[in-house]
């Protein structure tokens, strides 16, 4: 009898602990919260964009993303910005995917326009620019050289 409830108390303590940390979960990582109202933009490239990236005005987190999807109309990746309720940004506001660095993850800034009138929730932002490929960058700069040497010995 004393080895059962000894067996049934821990268990008990195991499960309280269980649910404590689940609990603690998912309030560390905001699983299924938004935090303001939704603005929508859309890309030819979003380059390492996910969910739970920062979306950022000046380097300052103002939300971060909290969907992607893609058009079928236009296949453009569709990013879904849920952004502080504090924040209102103008009409003319342009999005695009900016890089913390070379080996650094993506984030998506925000440029603020200077037109009366404000973005309202649901509004889909018109002005973006796409993510830069760094790879395919470096692969431009190294061979495009070795193109102009061929060149210059050429002539």
Same mark, same amino acid.
């Given at each position: 009898?004393?080895?059962?409830?000894?067996?049934?108390?821990?268990?008990?303590?195991?499960?309280?602990?269980?649910?404590? /940390?689940?609990?603690?979960? &998912?309030?560390?990582?905001? !699983? *299924?919260?938004?935090?303001? &109202?939704?603005?929508?933009?859309?890309?030819?490239?979003? *380059?390492?964009?996910?969910?739970?990236?920062?979306?950022?005005?000046?380097?300052?987190?103002? *939300?971060?993303?909290?969907?992607?999807?893609?058009?079928?109309?236009?296949?453009?990746?569709? $990013?879904?910005?849920? $952004?502080?309720?504090? !924040?209102?940004?103008?009409?003319?506001?342009?999005?695009? $995917?900016?890089?913390?660095?070379?080996?650094?993850?993506?984030?998506?800034?925000?440029?603020?326009?200077?037109?009366?009138?404000?973005?309202?929730?649901?509004?889909? $932002?018109?002005?973006?620019?796409?993510?830069?490929?760094?790879?395919?960058?470096?692969?431009?700069?190294? /061979?495009? *050289?070795?193109?102009?040497?061929?060149?210059?010995?050429?002539?």
């Amino acid at each position: 009898m004393r080895r059962g409830s000894l067996e049934t108390t821990v268990g008990a303590l195991v499960i309280v602990i269980a649910v404590i /940390f689940a609990i603690f979960a &998912y309030k560390v990582t905001d !699983y *299924g919260r938004r935090t303001g &109202y939704l603005l929508f933009a859309e890309f030819n490239h979003v *380059g390492s964009i996910r969910t739970g990236s920062d979306v950022k005005v000046g380097g300052i987190p103002v *939300g971060k993303v909290s969907e992607l999807s893609l058009n079928p109309t236009t296949f453009k990746a569709r $990013i879904s910005l849920d $952004i502080d309720r504090k !924040y209102n940004f103008p009409l003319d506001t342009a999005v695009m $995917i900016g890089s913390e660095g070379l080996l650094g993850g993506s984030f998506v800034e925000i440029v603020p326009g200077g037109m009366d009138g404000n973005l309202q929730p649901n509004d889909e $932002i018109e002005f973006t620019q796409d993510a830069v490929d760094m790879l395919q960058l470096l692969g431009k700069f190294m /061979f495009s *050289g070795a193109a102009d040497k061929e060149e210059f010995k050429a002539k």
